[in-house]
Structure formats: structure tokens, C-alpha cells
T-cell receptor
Framework: AQSVAQPEDQVNVAEGNPLTVKCTYS??????LFWYVQYPNRGLQFLLK??????LVKGSYGFEAEFNKSQTSFHLKKPSALVSDSALYFC??????????????FGRGTSLIVHP | GAVVSQHPSRVICKSGTSVKIECRSL??????MFWYRQFPKQSLMLMAT?????????EQGVEKDKFLINHASLTLSTLTVTSAHPEDSSFYIC???????????FGDGTRLSIL
């Protein structure tokens, strides 16, 4: 079984400040983890993924995420937020030990609002 | 990059009409395509998974006779909402993935409004 939680419905941050969007997961084995961003009336855009290797993953638009196995977390971070980063962010997890299915589970989403 | 084109982007139609939504992978072969439904301020709800040339696998609670999915080629999947009613109004999003590869690549979604 696989599950993912995004504990915050909304995150507010001032432009120029660092931002963190939280994600925790639960899988039976080693997880595949993903972050996506969704702008209004658009589909999801892939930001980054963790499959194996370095725990710090760098992605698009200056975002990065750190895989923490002991805390079962994969928080999304950016050193300096932009107003244009305001969007809905989804964390997703897949348990590769689940067999041939490539269906990840998505979190509920976190709305990031960056204030000028 | 991998591009998925979804068409139309918006549909407004009368109750009882059937609506077809197309999802095309433009620069890769999408062995598997996914159809999601998204309610306002909510996460994605997976409706069904389709593999090219075979019948779609529907999630529990999704009526297969209501939401017809066809994945006839490696680059095209269609979702037909049959005899649509106002409660079917929603944002529908498709995605595709290559064989054994991740992540999924998403279309821009279709806003369906049934009057």
C-alpha cells in the first residue's frame, strides 16, 4: 500500500523569503517520489523526482526537495520565493514493489501564495 | 520534453449531450494513459487507466458505461462522457507515460460544464 500526506492546505510566504511545502509518505519498500505544480485551469507540470541516489534533488524553476527516509518526508523547498511561484503543488508517491502498476498516489495539494 | 495535448480545453453543453475529450502524446509513445477528475480545491481523482490496445481499468465507483475510454493507439486516448448531466461538470485531466518510465506527463485539462 502507498499513501502520501500534505499536511498544509495553504502556505503563505513573502516574496524573496525561503519556502517549504511539506510532504510525508508511507510505502512498504523504497519510494519513488514526485512533485508537480498546477497553475489555474492547467494540467500538472512535473517539477522533480526522487528514485534513488542523492537525497537532495534539484528540479525545475529553482525548486529542490530532500528525501528523508527516517522521517518519511520529501519536502519541497526554494531559497527565494517569487510571486509567480503561487500555484497548487502536489506531492506523489509510488511503491515500486507494488508490481507492474505505474500508478502513483497524489496528495491533496498545497496552495502556495507568495505575497509581493 | 514530453508533451501531452488535450482537446478541447473547455466545453459547455446541454444536459443529455455526449462529450468526447481527446488526449494525444505528441513526441512520445504513451503506453499507458490515465484519466483524472479534479473538483474545485481538491486533489486529482483517478478515474481509469488505459493501456494501448486493451480495455481500460476503472477505479471503484467510476461507471464504465458513463465514461467510455478508448486507447486505440500509442499516441491517442479518448474519454467520452455519455449523456452528460450537471453533476458531471468538472475538470478532467489526462496524462501519459512511456513504458516503464516515469513521471507521468499531463495534458492541460478540459473544463466541462453541463447546463
Amino acid at each position: 500500500a502507498q499513501s502520501v500526506a500534505q499536511p498544509e492546505d495553504q502556505v503563505n510566504v513573502a516574496e524573496g523569503n525561503p519556502l517549504t511545502v511539506k510532504c510525508t509518505y508511507s510505502v512498504s519498500g523504497n519510494p519513488y517520489l514526485f512533485w508537480y505544480v498546477q497553475y489555474p485551469n492547467r494540467g500538472l507540470q512535473f517539477l522533480l523526482k526522487y528514485i534513488t541516489g542523492d537525497n537532495l534533488v534539484k528540479g525545475s524553476y529553482g525548486f529542490e526537495a530532500e528525501f528523508n527516509k527516517s522521517q518519511t518526508s520529501f519536502h519541497l523547498k526554494k531559497p527565494s520565493a517569487l510571486v509567480s511561484d503561487s500555484a497548487l503543488y502536489f506531492c506523489a508517491v509510488r511503491d515500486p514493489s507494488s508490481g507492474g502498476s505505474y500508478i502513483p498516489t497524489f496528495g491533496r495539494g498545497t496552495s502556495l501564495i507568495v505575497h509581493p | 520534453g514530453a508533451v501531452v495535448s488535450q482537446h478541447p480545453s473547455r466545453v459547455i453543453c446541454k444536459s443529455g449531450t455526449s462529450v468526447k475529450i481527446e488526449c494525444r502524446s505528441l513526441d512520445f509513445q504513451a503506453t499507458t494513459m490515465f484519466w483524472y477528475r479534479q473538483f474545485p480545491k481538491q486533489s486529482l481523482m483517478l478515474m481509469a487507466t488505459s493501456n494501448e490496445g486493451s480495455k481500460a481499468t476503472y477505479e471503484q465507483g467510476v461507471e464504465k458505461d458513463k465514461f467510455l475510454i478508448n486507447h486505440a493507439s500509442l499516441t491517442l486516448s479518448t474519454l467520452t462522457v455519455t449523456s452528460a448531466h450537471p453533476e458531471d461538470s468538472s475538470f478532467y485531466i489526462c496524462s501519459g507515460s512511456r513504458t516503464g518510465q516515469e513521471p507521468q506527463h499531463f495534458g492541460d485539462g478540459t473544463r466541462l460544464s453541463i447546463l
